[in-house]
C-alpha cells in the first residue's frame, strides 16, 4: 500500500455521514503579523494544541510531542459533552495542512488550517471545514449547543493564533457557514484540502 494510501484509510468521509453538508470558514486579518504565512503555518503546526480553548476541546497528539505535526500524524481530541474521538494529518504543503475525522468523530469530514496574503500584503489566518453530522443520532443533537461550541472553539483558535504572531486581529473574526450545493459537493475532493493557501510573497 502506497503512503498516500495509508493516510486516507479508515477515515470518516463526509459522504459517510448524516444531514447537510456544511462549509464552515473562520478566518481573519492579522494586525502587524512579522511572520510570512509559511512561518506562521509552521509555528502553528508545531504548537497546535496550544491554539485551542481548553474549557472545549483539548487536542492530545500521538507524534514527536517536540517537532511539528507531519502528514499521516494522528490526534486524540477530546471535546466537551462528545468525549474522545480522533483525527488524522491528510494533508500538508507549505501554507497549510489538512485534518481528517476517524470512527467516533461527531463529525464526517475535514478541516483545513491555512494562511496567505491578500492583495495589500496582510497575512490572513483562515480555517475551512467542510463535514456533515457523523451519525443521523448526532445531526438531532448537534443544534442544541454544538454548533455554538465549535464556532467558539475556531473563533478562539483564530484570535490565539493571531496574538502569538502578531498583535491580534484587524477588526473582527470571520465565521460564516454554507450549505454545499449538490454539484458542488460532487466536485469537492474528499481526501484533499478544504481551499488552497497560496501567495507566500512579501
Known amino acids: 500500500m502506497q503512503a ?3 493516510v486516507h484509510e479508515g477515515l470518516l468521509f463526509a459522504t459517510d455521514g448524516a444531514g447537510p453538508l456544511l462549509q464552515r470558514d ?3 486579518l492579522i494586525d502587524r503579523c512579522a511572520s510570512s504565512p509559511t512561518e506562521v503555518m509552521e509555528w502553528v503546526a508545531l504548537h497546535f494544541g496550544e491554539f485551542a480553548p481548553k474549557e472545549l476541546c483539548v487536542f492530545e497528539r500521538t507524534g514527536d510531542p517536540d517537532g511539528p ?3 499521516g500524524e494522528e490526534m486524540e481530541v477530546r471535546i466537551r459533552g462528545a468525549g474522545r474521538c480522533h483525527v488524522r494529518v491528510i494533508h500538508q504543503d507549505r501554507q497549510s495542512f489538512t485534518l481528517g475525522t476517524l470512527p467516533g468523530h461527531p463529525e464526517a469530514g475535514r478541516i483545513t488550517f491555512g494562511a496567505y496574503r491578500n492583495e495589500r500584503g496582510d497575512v490572513i ?3 475551512r471545514s ?3 453530522s457523523g451519525s443521523p443520532i448526532i ?3 448537534f443544534y442544541t449547543g454544538g454548533e455554538a461550541m465549535q464556532t467558539n472553539t475556531w473563533t478562539d483558535f483564530v484570535n490565539n493564533v493571531a496574538l502569538t504572531v502578531g498583535e491580534g486581529i484587524i477588526g473582527f473574526i470571520h465565521a460564516d457557514t454554507t450549505v454545499m450545493e449538490k454539484e458542488h459537493e460532487e466536485a469537492d475532493d474528499v481526501q484533499g484540502p478544504t481551499y488552497l493557501a497560496r501567495g507566500d510573497e512579501t
Open 125 to 127: 489566518f483562515h480555517i
Open 139 to 141: 445531526y438531532l443533537g
Open 4 to 6: 498516500s494510501e495509508q
Open 26 to 28: 473562520y478566518w481573519g
Open 69 to 71: 505535526l507531519k502528514l
Open 130 to 132: 467542510r463535514a456533515r
